[in-house]
């Protein structure tokens, strides 16, 4: 609120809020390490290192057994590969809102005057980090154990389809967060999105083999076209073909951020006015 000078009788300025860009590296770099979670040496390593193998292990044993060939088994073991920045980008990210709800700060985060869009964004800088790292280690297993083969003149085309496949997932996970604002919990999206990804993002199979009905619904996922443009630069494709599959993944991208940014601000509402603000 602004004060009163009381020689001149003039309104003084209101304070000035915190700046976009300090709010947004404060909740980068603290938040982790307080309410989300994000720096246990455990969780980090985990994610990175044990979880892509564990899932490629899985279902490049489920590939051998039913009698796929080497072409199938690297297909399989690069699809999940990739499909593990969910575990990063759409449960840590999500899950988010469930911490602050548990701790009881949901609240006073939603009541300061801090830039929106920097906090949310600010959080999801650090889970890119670990979804890139993430898919980088799944990668190297595909191309150690599974033999994938990755050209060298192919690697920074790859690099790029990576980089653009993580900023979508995280814009992803911030999208379902504010679903979960509303909601009990948001371990139940992330597990249907997790299975939804598997299934209709062409991990485990071609989705072209899908009906045209779960293909469509397949891309609307940023996960199906970050894994695409990610299949075309292994392959070599040219640069022409894989800057479309780039497009495609900055547009979902966008659209998931923009959509992150309305649905938050329509389930803040909607749990103020129900009460679910404070519930968990």
């Not at 009381?6 to 809020?17: C, D, E, I, M, Y």
């Not at 998931?256 to 129900?274: D, K, M, N, P, V």
Request: aromatic share 12%; proline share 4%.
């Amino acid at each position: 609120m602004a004060t009163v000078n009381a020689s001149a009788g003039a309104p003084l300025a209101p304070a000035t809020r915190t700046s976009f860009w300090r709010t947004f590296w404060t909740n980068a770099v603290i938040a982790p390490r307080t309410t989300l979670g994000f720096m246990r040496i455990d969780f980090v390593l985990g994610t990175i290192f044990i979880i892509p193998l564990m899932q490629m292990v899985f279902f490049v044993f489920v590939v051998q057994v039913s009698g796929g060939g080497a072409s199938a088994i690297a297909f399989t073991a690069l699809g999940n590969a990739v499909s593990t920045v969910t575990y990063s980008s759409i449960f840590s990210v999500c899950q988010t809102t469930d911490s602050e709800k548990q701790q009881g700060t949901m609240e006073h985060l939603l009541v300061s005057p801090a830039n929106r869009l920097a906090l949310y964004f600010g959080r999801g800088l650090l889970p890119i980090l670990i979804s890139l790292a993430t898919v980088s280690v799944g990668i190297l297993y595909a191309v150690l154990l599974f033999g994938v083969q990755i050209p060298v003149a192919t690697v920074p085309s790859l690099a790029v389809s990576v980089t653009l496949t993580a900023f979508a997932m995280v814009g992803f996970g911030l999208l379902l967060g504010g679903v979960a604002l509303y909601l009990r919990t948001s371990i139940i999206l992330g597990n249907i999105f997790l299975f939804i990804g598997l299934l209709l993002s062409g991990v485990n199979f071609p989705a072209s083999q899908l009906p045209t009905v779960l293909q469509w619904i397949g891309y609307g996922f940023p996960l199906t076209w970050g894994l695409s443009a990610i299949r075309a630069s292994v392959a070599g494709d040219s640069l022409g073909a894989v800057a479309l599959l780039w497009g495609a993944v900055v547009v979902a991208a966008v659209v998931s951020f923009g959509l992150a940014i309305g649905l938050w601000e329509y389930f803040e509402r909607r749990a103020l006015a129900t009460g679910s603000i404070a519930r968990f």
